[in-house]
């Protein structure tokens, strides 16, 4: 009995020490939890939201090697020197930042591009895209709604190619409203900066540049109307504050039966040499007509065919008729003519990977007694690596 007490007396002193000890004994934290980055898949392929946050990101870009060679007495689409290899290397790389709100999707847009071409560093070229939406507002630095607008679709550019033939590329400061209703319906009203102010303080105003687009998207392709107000054509030949105009009426028709394989047929007029005239952007926007520089046509119609083979590799060739070309900044007409052909493939081996060739043949009147060849001829292959 005495011996049973004592075992029993000496596992309960020993019990109450242990747990005594166990008391003192140091808790290490649990870790907090770690917040991984989550796919969003609201807006595509590519997205994630920002840790935190409900917004969702986007980072993406393009490597792009290019050479090119061209041949011309009056100037050539590219820019390029006569007689000689054209290199350039660019960097791309956009930032696509999108959150839903009550007022509808707000988004912001970065796209930068770093250029070397030949021996230049082409610095200016850094700051390519940059902009912001709510619902349909949109102000910012991008394409010109002449160009293209966010519901535009297919409605947007020249010809097939990423170049886009002759159709009055331009970037500008903008601030626009883009609509959308049923059936593809789509409208744009654009205010948007004058190219010419602030360059000499004898045509300084604040009247802005005005362009407004209607269209339609649906399966079986597109059309479009456009309108752009040049409050400014900064002329030697007509008042220096005067303005111009420029209308486009476009047609984009899918191909049935042929996925991918599309016809577009695009007209164009401008009662002067203005920003909406269809040279505008191009190595050719002021060429050497003989005994001064013209610019773009009254009038000019492009037709342009595209036809996808398979998944890797389409091809497309584009023609475009011009009118009567004016002296360059101004309505004065020079009786002058031309046309341009346009030839051009994409070769898509490997996904994100793509081998793309553009060659443009133009051919312009020039005043006779000046011994200039209206000729002109300029191309490049260039390869890309998206991301």
Known sequence: MNIKSLILGSATVALAT??????DAIVIAEPEPVEYVRVCDVYGAGFFYIPGTETCLRIGGEVRA??????SDI?????MANDQWHSRARGRIYFDARSETEYGLLRGYVRLDLQKTNTEFSGSQLVNHVWLSLGGFRTGWTDSAWVSTPQGGVAAGGSHTDNGFFYGYHQTHLIQYNFSGSNG???TGSIEFDETQNVSTAINNYTPDLVGVVGVNQGWGAAWLKVGYDSDINTTGRDAVDSGFGVTAGLHYNIPGAPGSSFRLIGYYADSDNLFNPLTGTGLAAWNAGPGLAGGPEWSVLASYHHQFNAQF???IGAQYFSDFYVAGTDISTGLDGW???LAAVWTPVENFTVRSEVIYSDFDT???????GDSVSGFIRFSRFF
């Open 185 to 187: 319906f789509f409208a």
């Open 18 to 23: 242990a747990g005594a000890q166990a008391a």
């Open 367 to 373: 005043v006779p007694g000046w011994g200039l060849d």
């Open 340 to 342: 341009a052909l346009e």
């Open 314 to 316: 389409g091809a497309s």
């Open 66 to 71: 290019q050479y090119g060679t061209a041949d």
């Open 75 to 79: 100037g050539n689409y590219n820019g």
